[in-house]
């Protein structure tokens, strides 16, 4: 299953890419195709906007949206799962795509 990966990154250490690309290779070891948003071509130096348009195209080609703790508190990170909700793309905490 292809799964995007949503979250805060905004204001946090690094922008919170070392969690999205540990989400990353968990779901990979369960068999996922992750879509990690962390994985970008965007220069640093980027608006939110820019990188809004860069992750929608990838979300909407999702089958799937993994959140991330604290995706609540991001403003990117809602729109991404209330828009993902909206095109009936499951959407679910990490935890539910990972299997002991």
Do not use: R
């Amino acid at each position: 299953m292809n799964i995007y990966i949503a979250g805060p990154m905004t204001g946090l250490p690094d922008l919170n890419y070392p969690a999205f690309h540990q989400a990353a290779n968990q779901l990979t070891a369960q068999g996922h195709t992750p879509i990690n948003p962390a994985n970008t071509t965007l220069p640093n130096n980027s608006t939110w906007l820019q990188y809004m348009q860069d992750c929608i195209p990838k979300l909407i080609h999702a089958d799937a949206v993994a959140l991330l703790p604290g995706w609540q508190n991001s403003t990117g990170a809602t729109i991404e799962a209330n828009l993902a909700q909206s095109l009936g793309i499951p959407t679910h905490p990490l935890t539910t795509y990972l299997h002991p």
